[in-house]
């Protein structure tokens, strides 16, 4: 298995970071791997903030929390903040993703969302550095303070975030979920 096999299929979602946060150049390495993605047409609809802010963090996770507990028919978002009474899972840094949305394919803007948090979070983990996709992040921005954060974290105007990816090291590591091989077939 080559090292980018390896890493595909040894990755795991963190939701116990430690207080130790990746270096700067191991950031901007990450980073970097997202901003290389492909997307439709060449767009590159995203913008990109790497946050370093603990306080902002923390601050952006109360108002998430706040907005779920505060939100109708969301119940499975409740059962999950309920679960964990975390959405950041105490990361020292993320980088939080921005689209502008495409014209055309519908929704085309949310595969290269997609693409470009898987990029950086197989960047990170090709470093060493744990990690974990957050589309719960989307909660902060549902409250009173979502203009704030947009400018907070530095968006350009007409890039709505919503989408984290959380970096760090893991206090406990664990397994990925199983593959499940009934999921495909080969048609020869
Ligand atoms: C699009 C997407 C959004 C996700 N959002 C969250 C999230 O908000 N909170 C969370 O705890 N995990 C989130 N996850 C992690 C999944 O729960 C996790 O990938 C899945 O349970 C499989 O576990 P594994 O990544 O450890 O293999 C997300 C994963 C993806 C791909």
């Known amino acids: 298995m080559n090292e980018i096999l390896r890493i595909i299929q040894s990755r795991f979602s963190c939701r116990s970071f430690s207080d130790r946060a990746p270096s700067d150049a191991e950031l901007l390495a990450i980073a970097s791997a997202g901003l290389a993605a492909p997307s439709g047409m060449n767009r590159q609809p995203w913008f990109l903030s790497v946050v370093k802010n603990r306080a902002l963090i923390s601050e952006m996770e ?6 779920i507990a505060a939100g109708e028919g969301l119940s499975i978002y409740k059962t999950l903040a309920a679960r964990w009474g ?4 105490d990361a020292p840094c993320m980088i939080m993703i921005a689209v502008k949305e495409a014209d055309y ?3 085309a803007h949310l595969i290269d969302l997609g693409i470009v948090a898987q990029n950086i979070v197989l960047a990170a983990a090709s470093l060493g550095i744990d990690n974990m996709h957050c589309g719960l992040a ?3 921005f549902a409250g009173g303070k979502s203009a704030e ?21 893991a206090k406990e ?5 199983a593959a499940n091989p009934g999921k495909m077939t080969v048609i020869e």
């Open 62 to 67: 109360q108002e998430g929390l706040l907005a």
């Open 86 to 89: 975390k959405l950041f899972f």
């Open 105 to 107: 394919p519908k929704g």
């Open 138 to 140: 989307a909660f902060c």
């Open 149 to 169: 954060f947009k400018t907070r974290l530095g968006f350009p105007e007409g890039y709505e975030p919503g989408y984290a990816v959380l970096l760090g090291y």
């Open 173 to 177: 590591t664990r397994t990925p979920h």
